[in-house]
């Protein structure tokens, strides 16, 4: 992990990133920033603990290095608080980069006035309780995408977006080149250009006019198809 990585994903953002990675790796909608801060960007440390249950929550937290993602797969429960205010403080004060929580939190008040990053499911004042083993540093499924230790985990207004370790190069120069794109788009609309001409709107569906229409298949010739990628 360098500095350099960290500042350009967090300038990127998530629609850019997702859009490189092939439109995908966004964490579900419900999926929203708790806390006064939602741009993040950090490799993953996992955690995976049994439903409604905080047991290794405080020793995973330990256990976290300093900027990185603590990301906790809590199933998805929405109904019991596996996060509140003292581990939010915990982890601001270790220096985490932020928080992803498959389930719910408590102390909302605390959580929105801090600046940690913390992404949630929902809201509860019920508590977990303490009995069981979770399992640290192992791939788990946070927000309806697999996520492994060292995956880069990237955070903004819009939600959350996981970029494989192996991939996270490749990812930042093409969303990087998206955003030039973006940019150039942006200057033609202010000097009054309309979308459908600036994006061939009438090229592409003429184009698609000429072709034979088969389903599963998208026509990219008149005379060839390919499966949808």
Known sequence: MTQRQVARLRKIGTGPLSDAIGKGGGMDHDMHCRSAEARMAGPAFTLRVHTADILMVAKALSLCPKGHVLVIDGQGERNTALWGGLTTMAAQRKGLAGVVID???RDAADIRGSKLPVFARAIVPNAGGAEYRGVVGEPVQCGGVVVCPGDW???????????????????????????????????????????????????VLEQKAKGTFLPQLRVVSADSVCCES
Do not use: W
């Open 153 to 203: 985990v990237v955070g903004d207004e819009d939600g959350v977006v996981v970029v494989p370790r192996a991939k996270i190069e490749q990812a930042i120069a093409t969303a990087e080149s998206i955003l030039i794109a973006e940019k150039e788009i942006a200057r033609q609309i202010k000097q009054g250009r309309e979308m459908g001409e600036i994006l061939r709107c009438d090229e």
């Open 103 to 105: 389930g719910a939190i």
